[in-house]
């Protein structure tokens, strides 16, 4: 498997790139060939154009790949006719010493090596990373004497191991003493290797080095760190051409407005020979039910955290729960839970779905915890006449929530509504609890939001706006913030950086409390209500909306995004009823082919 098309053993010196390019016009490299002494040009024959710096690196990744697929004959033939070479001979020796584990052999190899690291292209990965198996590396420039040392340390690590695993424990306690150890280079790594003299077995060794064992696979892997040393000039970096492909097919999918499903970084998934297109028809625009049961505004919808929930709440006082079909993702009514009589403008779910709280408007003192499983009223919370509990958020135990409201009140309550906790003097708008279980985020009248933490009675400022904000929600690894801002519209903030992101555009957004939220594969889109009656989507990373959809007659309170299948969204409004939305009802083949 010899990826040289030369003589393994030429030292001739390489073309800047790695590659020698021929003026013979049979086209075969020839390693004493130049200008001046090529063969005179024969008549009718054409002179072989020399070819571009572009055109000699698509040769060697093509020459690579199929390397890879064993066609060995046809890369040779492709180096010939070419007049290029896939690596550096002294490269193919090294490779080949290495996969036979001919260790002595390869170590003689550094030496041939060490000229050819002083390419100017190198990319050399030197600084080994804290802890792991010392083997991982962040590139660094280093002079070459160290990148020679770590090669070198690659190898007799691996030596070492195969040693130990043929039960050759003299020869291997002989690597580690005078070999490894006088190296100096990570000691911290040369004292895991000494542990591992005292594996019983070699199941036991190859388990705890976490390490496949002597063979193809193994050294395969050392060959991938050790190319990480020499400049592609030299010997190019494993699976390349599958590398470059993978990294276009990411960015045409980044690119795709209306990419809606798994992101599977495999190149066999998709198909090579014609760009990543996603049809906007496969895209939650199109109104699939229009739920009428509400007899008046509604409020709020908010789909379970497991998806096969809705639950929405209305000015006529009811919530009611709503199951969705897994095949068909239409919605039939479950319960209605009645009784609010505020009317209902927040509902959340606890973490296992089985409980739902629900909240009224500024005036409502009262909030209710309902068992969605069995439909009945668990806990009726109220600790004062004159309090107003309008927002609520559990925690991410499952056993305790948090609730307040704009005259200043803010509890932690466990589900029977005892008060556990209380927090003085906070103007409520907003809650959300974030998933260490003890910081809790509050938008508040002062147009920011701060972080409460119940524990040590710390808090802190966290975003702040010009203008109220009326409602905010988290993306699920919490790193994102999304609020919908009073005459602002939508703003997307970075909680870890605490930096505003983005501003969305199109939506109309006045003092109504109007709630967005994340959606899809991997939250990368975001949606919400507005009060010229539509509701707009835009991709995360983008400000203009990639859709408007149209269909409510009155302001759109609420967007709730379903977690679980991202083609199907809700979206609620004051003209009392619920849209269900999601892809083109009709999808023909073609178009199914068009996601892929």
């Known amino acids: 498997g010899s990826l040289s098309a030369h003589n393994g053993e030429s030292s001739e010196p390489a073309h800047s790139n790695g590659v020698i390019s021929s003026n013979n016009n049979n086209g075969l490299s020839s390693s004493s060939s130049s200008s001046s002494s090529a063969p005179a040009e024969q008549p009718g024959v054409k002179k072989k154009k020399r070819l571009s710096q572009s055109d000699e690196d698509v040769i060697r990744l093509i020459g690579q790949h199929l390397h890879g697929l064993g066609l060995n004959q046809t890369v040779e033939l492709l180096m010939q006719e070419s007049g290029c070479r896939l690596e550096h001979p002294s490269a193919t020796k090294f490779r080949n010493h ?3 584990g001919e260790w002595d052999k390869a170590e003689n190899d550094l030496n041939e090596l060490k000229s050819l690291v002083h390419s100017p292209h190198a990319v050399l990965a030197c600084r080994p990373s804290s802890g792991g198996s010392g083997s991982e590396h962040s590139p660094v420039s280093c ?17 070492y191991l195969e040693y130990l695993e043929d039960g050759k424990v003299l020869e291997a306690l002989q690597v580690l003493r ?31 080095a976490e390490w496949e064992g002597k063979g193809t696979a193994s050294r395969s892997k050392l060959l991938d760190k050790l190319q990480t040393y020499l400049p592609p000039s030299v010997m190019l970096p494993p699976r390349r051409l599958q590398t470059l492909l993978r990294q276009a097919v990411e960015l045409q999918r980044d690119r795709c407005l209306y990419h809606n499903t798994k992101l599977d970084n495999n190149v066999d998934s998709v198909s090579l020979l014609i760009d990543h297109v996603c049809s906007r028809k496969q895209f939650p625009c199109f109104t699939q039910q229009v739920l009428t049961e509400h007899c ?19 000015k006529d006082t009811t919530v009611i729960i709503w199951q969705v079909d897994p095949d068909t993702h ?83 309550c466990d589900l029977d509504g005892n008060l556990l906790d209380s927090w003085e003097g906070v103007r409520v708008q907003c809650l959300w609890c974030l998933s260490d279980g003890k910081t809790v985020l509050a938008s508040d009248t002062h147009q920011r939001i701060r972080g409460y933490n119940f524990e040590d009675l710390t808090d802190r400022n966290i975003v702040q706006e010009d203008h109220p904000i009326m409602s905010f929600t988290i993306s699920r690894n919490g790193r994102l913030a999304l609020l919908n801002v009073a005459t602002q519209g939508v703003h997307l903030w970075d909680l870890q950086d605490r930096v505003l992101v983005r501003k969305y555009q199109g939506v109309t957004q006045g003092f109504y409390t109007i709630h967005s939220c994340f959606g899809g594969h991997n939250e990368d889109f975001i949606a919400s209500g507005s009060e010229d009656h539509k509701v707009y989507v835009w991709h995360k990373k983008s400000e203009l909306p990639i859709a408007e959809l149209t269909g409510h007659t009155r302001t759109v309170n609420c967007v709730s995004w379903n977690p679980q299948i991202p083609s199907l969204m809700a979206s609620a409004s004051d003209d009392g009823t619920v849209r269900i939305w999601g892809p083109a009802p009709y999808v023909d083949n073609q178009e199914f082919e068009g996601m892929q």
């Open 143 to 159: 002079p070459t004497a160290d990148v020679i040392r770590r090669m070198k340390f690659l190898l007799l690590q691996q030596k």
């Open 296 to 314: 008046n505004e509604v409020w709020f919808c908010k789909f379970s955290n497991d998806g096969t929930k809705l639950a929405t709440g209305s």
């Open 330 to 412: 239409q919605l039939k009514l479950l319960k209605t839970l009645e009784g609010h009589a505020y009317g209902v403008s927040y509902l959340a779910w606890s973490p296992d779905d089985n409980y739902l709280i629900a909240c009224g408007p500024d005036d409502c003192s009262e909030l209710w915890l309902w068992n969605v499983q069995t439909g009945e009223l668990r806990t009726k919370m109220s600790q004062s006449h004159e309090d107003s509990l309008t927002s609520v958020a559990w925690n991410p135990d499952g056993k305790r929530f948090v609730t307040g409201g704009q005259r200043g009140q803010f509890y932690q």
């Open 178 to 208: 005078c070999e490894l150890t006088p190296l100096k280079y990570n000691t911290e790594r040369i004292h895991v290797l000494s542990g591992y003299l005292m594996c019983s077995h070699a199941d036991d060794l190859r388990a705890k």
């Open 98 to 100: 290495v996969m036979e």
